[in-house]
């Protein structure tokens, strides 16, 4: 019969192995997708939106360690097809 302590020990054990696999499968997706594409929609006027977006495209650049690209949509049926 199998112990509280046994029990425990496996129960912590299968905890870590899922949790070291995510992190090793979590690192993959770099090499899955080198470059993120970031739409939007303007609101109203479309000028200015890339100097308003830089900073963020720059930040999430840096912290992702992948290239983060700017893409300016007419409309959401755009931004779906990837245009």
Do not use: C, H
Request: no cysteine; aromatic share 8%; charged share 20%.
């Amino acid at each position: 019969m199998l112990t509280r302590r046994t029990l425990m020990t496996v129960a912590t054990a299968a905890v870590l192995s899922a949790g070291f696999a995510g992190a090793a499968a979590a690192q993959d997706w770099k090499a899955k997708y080198p470059e993120l594409v970031f739409a939007v929609i303007p609101a109203e006027n479309a000028s200015g939106v890339t100097d308003r977006y830089q900073p963020l495209m720059d930040y999430l650049s840096k912290e992702l360690g992948v290239k983060v690209t700017l893409r300016v949509a007419n409309d959401y049926a755009a931004v779906i097809e990837g245009q």
